[in-house]
């Protein structure tokens, strides 16, 4: 019997008798190697604190925070946490409504009456801000992300990006992810209590939480122990480059520095009442907009639902930024991610916990059996052909560790991951865009042409596969 042979059968063996097998290692030490596996395969950037019920479980960190003078990310190491500081906007938001400050009832010119646009100052509610469905429009255009920013120094200096633009939809009628809603949250803290957003959230939320690595910066700022961000600009055979020519100061809508410590004292804090009451807490949770899929948005974090079990918190994602502070409520555990790159690392650790910590017995047996078939897919040459007809695949863990293949400069085992995710899920018109996409950044138009007429075919009226074939045929 030959070794694919062998492999095939033990493969099916593994994918029945998984309930059966020999009584597994804990989850913390099943993640404390994974996180080392991660880290042997190289290009690993990322700070990880997990806790449960009070305890610190992981804390460490992995890769560099400097690559110019080759400083290692530490455990004090500072990282640009993106819209997670949008946590720290409403928690001031709802702070300064429980002492009678302001009435998350009232409207943007109730606070703001010079503010020039007349549609968002009359007709856009407080909480409308919070939970995203005030009709605002984004204003990360390309000529904002790729202009200079060391004239946005204060909130007011970002208003010109969008005070004249019209409203994308009536407020309140749907959810519509908006940074200058938060702006203006910043903006309406510093009317009512007549400080700047940043000394506010410094006197009243960072220190109440001892939250002494915390602050927002402004880029000329020295900042300590800090991880720089970095991109790959076009290909992953292109070299790292800093993200300081993109990033952005902190501000109410994002861009504080923290560490991964500090954000779960943010948690505790938050979660026990040191910064604002119980019930100002139930308000964050209980109020706000659907979203797609088992998620909310309530005022200021996001609410997911896996399988009967809650994860509270919010993300952050940036050029050069990943990170995430999630809460699961009812298993007591608190994860924090920070990364300095923007590849896939702190999704594929994101991922993995919320598997092990939230998914049935099912979907964990196809979440390792599809982590034991892409070792085995690559040590072997296993044909896509030769994998049993019984298993399903995960989909989010085939196309994580396809792109993570991708932007570690791997592009040749990058594709042929797409291709197998393609063969597992022939309907779905995201695996056809993947992997056009993916032939792209080899410069084969041709393949990526060909793979998005297949997903035509399958979705003939989905928008981004017609308009990608449109710019590809120009």
Not at 262 to 285: E, P, V
Request: hydrophobic share 40%; proline share 4%; net charge negative.
């Amino acid at each position: 019997m030959n070794f694919k042979n062998i492999f095939l059968l033990t493969f099916f063996l593994f994918i029945n008798t998984f309930n059966y097998a020999q009584e597994p290692a804990t989850f913390v030490e099943e993640l404390h190697d994974y996180l080392h596996e991660l880290e042997e395969q190289g290009d690993f950037n990322l700070n990880i604190l997990l806790a449960k019920d009070g305890t610190v479980l992981i804390e460490e960190a992995f890769g560099i925070a400097n690559r110019n003078d080759n400083i290692p990310n530490q455990l004090d190491t500072r990282f640009n946490i993106a819209s997670i500081g949008k946590l720290f906007t409403a928690t001031a938001i709802i702070k300064l409504q429980e002492e009678g400050q302001l009435d998350l009832n009232n409207l943007v010119g109730d606070y703001l009456p010079d503010f020039p646009n007349k549609a968002i100052r009359d007709s856009i509610y407080i909480y409308q801000l919070l939970c995203h469905t005030s009709g605002l429009n984004v204003f990360f255009s390309p000529e904002f992300v790729t202009g200079a920013k060391y004239q946005y120094r204060q909130l007011d200096d970002y208003l010109p990006l969008f005070e004249n633009l019209k409203l994308e939809f009536p407020p309140g009628s749907q959810f519509s992810y908006s940074n200058p809603g938060y702006i203006i949250l910043g903006l309406i803290v510093e009317a009512v209590t007549g400080s700047t957003y940043a000394d506010y959230v410094r006197k009243h939320i960072f220190r109440p939480a001892n939250m002494q690595s915390t602050d927002n910066y402004l880029l000329n700022d020295i900042i300590p122990n800090a991880a720089i961000g970095y991109v790959r600009p076009q290909s992953p055979e292109d070299p790292w480059r800093s993200n300081a020519h993109i990033n952005m100061a902190g501000t109410s809508a994002g861009g504080a520095y923290s560490t991964v410590g500090d954000l779960y004292k943010f948690s505790d804090a938050l979660y026990n009442g040191k910064l604002m009451s119980q019930l100002g807490f139930y308000q964050m949770l209980i109020q706000g907009s659907d979203r797609p899929g088992n998620e909310q948005y309530g005022y200021g974090l996001s609410i997911e639902k896996i399988n009967g079990h809650y994860i509270l918190g919010h993300t952050g994602g940036f050029y050069g930024v990943r990170g995430e502070l999630l809460i699961y409520e009812d298993l007591g555990y608190t994860l924090v991610l920070l990364a300095n790159t923007d590849q896939t690392d702190y999704i594929d650790v994101s991922y993995f916990v919320k598997t092990m910590l939230t998914a049935t017995e099912a979907e964990k047996i196809n979440y390792q059996g599809t982590q034991k078939l892409i070792k085995q897919f690559y040590e072997l040459g296993l044909d896509k052909t030769e994998i049993p007809k019984s298993f399903e695949a995960d989909p989010v863990l085939l196309e994580i560790k396809a792109y993570h293949f991708l932007n570690q400069g791997a592009v040749s085992k990058g594709i042929e991951l797409l291709q197998l995710s393609a063969y597992c899920f022939p309907e779905d018109p995201a695996s056809y865009i993947n992997l056009a996409n993916a032939y792209l950044k080899t410069g084969n138009k041709t393949s990526a042409i060909l793979e998005l007429e297949k997903g035509l075919l399958i979705a003939p009226d989905n928008a981004e596969i017609i308009n990608q074939l449109e710019g590809l045929k120009e």
